[in-house]
């Protein structure tokens, strides 16, 4: 019994079963499939959580409690409609600026990590320059249908650090056409250390910055970061 047991549980891909189901304490067998049911539905939750996080590729954050002191919300939002990702229902967008260390990554982070873990969201995050290059790559390899389709699966695409680097002339190009395919469908985050009227500067183009611009500020919410360097900061407090 104990081998047929084994093998169905491999076919029917439980095989956490034959050497656990002993650990399940039940009065009746009603009980007993109730609970082992849940314990399958646990599993399967984790496997797919690990499997989002996974693909996500998010930066590692430090494990410490947010300060939202110097952070300046848009007008009519709250705290929880940005950090439990409650704009991705509505498919909103947030540009977080401000100057470096003062949170804009750390903060995107926590939010992916809540829509992932909470609501079982699709989370993607790049760098504006990691973005570009997997774009060109893709490109080159006769690969941007595949790699566009990626995208169009996601809830929220990141993008980190917009303006740090000019871009790639079409790398640029393609970006455009992956911030239009996300418009009304899908929420962007982009976080920048740079004023809209500089971004012309990061897009080598006014017409495409504009059309870039344009796309992403309709249905969307600015979060402006104050402080300063919190990495500065602590540095300091090192000392
Ligand atoms: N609001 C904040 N609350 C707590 N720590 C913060 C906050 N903002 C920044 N930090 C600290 O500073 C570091 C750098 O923040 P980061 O999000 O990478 O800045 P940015 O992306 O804006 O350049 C974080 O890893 C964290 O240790
Ligand atoms: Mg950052």
């Known amino acids: 019994m104990e081998q047929m047991i084994k093998e169905y549980a491999k076919r029917l891909k439980l095989s956490w079963i034959p050497a656990n189901y002993h650990t399940i304490h039940a009065e009746t067998n009603e009980e007993f499939l109730l609970k082992l049911f849940e314990r399958e539905v646990q599993h399967r939750d984790e496997r797919r959580i690990n499997l989002l996080l996974k693909q996500a590729t998010l930066p590692k954050i430090p494990n410490k409690p947010y300060d939202w002191r110097e952070i300046q919300l848009a007008p009519g939002i709250t705290k929880d409609y940005i950090l439990e990702g409650e704009f991705t229902k509505n498919q909103e967008n947030l540009i977080f600026y401000g100057g470096v260390g003062t949170g804009k990554t750390f903060l995107s982070t926590l939010i992916a990590l809540n829509?992932?873990?909470?609501?079982?969201?699709?989370?993607?995050?790049?760098?504006?320059?990691?973005?570009?290059?997997?774009?060109?790559?893709?490109?080159?390899k006769g690969d941007l249908?595949?790699?566009?389709n990626q995208i169009e699966k996601l809830d929220l695409l990141i993008l980190d650090e917009l303006g740090y680097i000019p871009l790639h002339k079409q790398g640029a190009e393609l970006l455009f056409q992956v911030i239009s395919m996300c418009y009304e469908t899908k929420s962007i985050i982009v976080t920048t250390n740079l004023p809209f009227s500089q971004w012309n500067n990061v897009f080598g183009d006014p017409?495409?910055?504009?059309?870039?611009?344009?796309?992403l500020i309709h249905h969307s919410h600015l979060i402006i970061f104050n402080g300063e360097s919190h990495r500065y900061k602590d540095s300091i407090s090192q000392r």
């Open 207 to 215: 017409i495409l910055t504009e059309a870039v611009i344009d796309r």
């Open 115 to 140: 829509l992932m873990k909470k609501q079982g969201k699709r989370v993607k995050f790049y760098t504006a320059a990691s973005i570009v290059n997997a774009l060109l790559e893709a490109n080159e």
């Open 145 to 148: 249908g595949k790699f566009l």
